[in-house]
């Protein structure tokens, strides 16, 4: 039996913990939280530090892995160093940090002449409004090394800089550096892409619902996303060109890709790509629903070295698939009601509710994607009759707030 360590054994990881499980791969599960719900799926539980490589190193050194892989968190800088360590494979530690690291990224973007926003990076106010002036308002700023929209904040003028700055700052990890981006409008789609034997399979594409891009100004909060993509094939094509393009310049030649892709003036941006399979239930539940492809499973058995088919990455269905978001007004939750009746809509593939939306819990602003606070996820025959059924299904569940 092959050894197969996860990081990290939180609700989005429970999905690659059980799939791992059902490979019939050793599992064994590394998480901070000792409570963390994948430790009783799991075959061994150690509580460490994932961030840290050292920390993952020294628990794993002696257990003779096989593999080592991360669903849905941005750690492929842990994963990269830690495979070259222990002769695994995986990307190059190098590329994982060109990968997470949004500067980097952009930079190497911008020498290839791959299109994405035009940018520079300031650690301090003066510096950014210089910097936002050159590049003409609006702008986005972003912390240089998260993820899950925290601190991205479209900024329309100087005083806005003001007040957005150092709150954007917050949300740095290593670095004190904050991103100012040219604003770029149109349609958005998420990608996932699964480099195998150095040949790009591009699994998934979704059109992002941003319906409400108003509403949360200055943040941005993406509402779920629908698939099949009603963008013209050649715009699909074309953006899928660009992704697998991207992939292969910043040196991704393992694994998973995800890409961010704005369509701007008919020209596919790329606003990020990471090294990584994708949160949100996108690899896990909603392209599986719309092709019968699920990347979880190939990805597990690539970071074992054992063979897989490439047809694995190929479409076995094509129907429709959604996923709409519970995204409660702030206030201290009175009840949550509906959830049952909105399970028995027919497609309606899973409900899946973060632990805090729970009655005398306080919800703050929409600022970031952490502030969600769960997902449906619905199959259909067509788009729009997976889309329909998503609404119904969150109109159902109702969140009275005091
Ligand atoms: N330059 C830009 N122009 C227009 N919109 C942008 C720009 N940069 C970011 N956004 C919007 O903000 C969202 C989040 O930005 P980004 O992808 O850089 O951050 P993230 O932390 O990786 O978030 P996510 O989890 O949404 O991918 C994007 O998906 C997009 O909707
Ligand atoms: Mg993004």
Redesign the pocket.
Known sequence: MKNIVLLGGGPEQVDAIKISKELGYHTIVLDSNEFAIGRKLSNKFIQCDITNPSEVLKHIENLNVNGLMVHAIELSHVVAEVSEKLGLPNISKNTAINTTD?LKRLEILKKNHIPC?EFSSATNLTEAKKIAKNIGFPV?I?PVD?????G?IQIKNPEKMEQYFNESLTFCKNKKEIII?????GP?VSTETVVYQNKCYTTGFSD?N?SNLKKYEPY?I?DGGDMPSNLPIETQKEAIRIAEKTIKTLGINFGAAKG?I?IHNNIPYI??MASRTS?GRFASHQVPAATGVNILSSLLKMSVSDPIDVEEFKPKFYRGSSQRYILPPPGKIVSVTGVEEARKIEGVIDIILSDDLKQGNTITNMKN?TNRKGVIITAGETRNDATEKAVRARDLINVKMR
């Open positions: 949004k926003p986005v972003k998260n993820a899950g929209s925290r991205v981006e040219e604003y770029l409008t958005q992002r941003y941005f993406e961010d704005l606003l990020e949160g994607h």
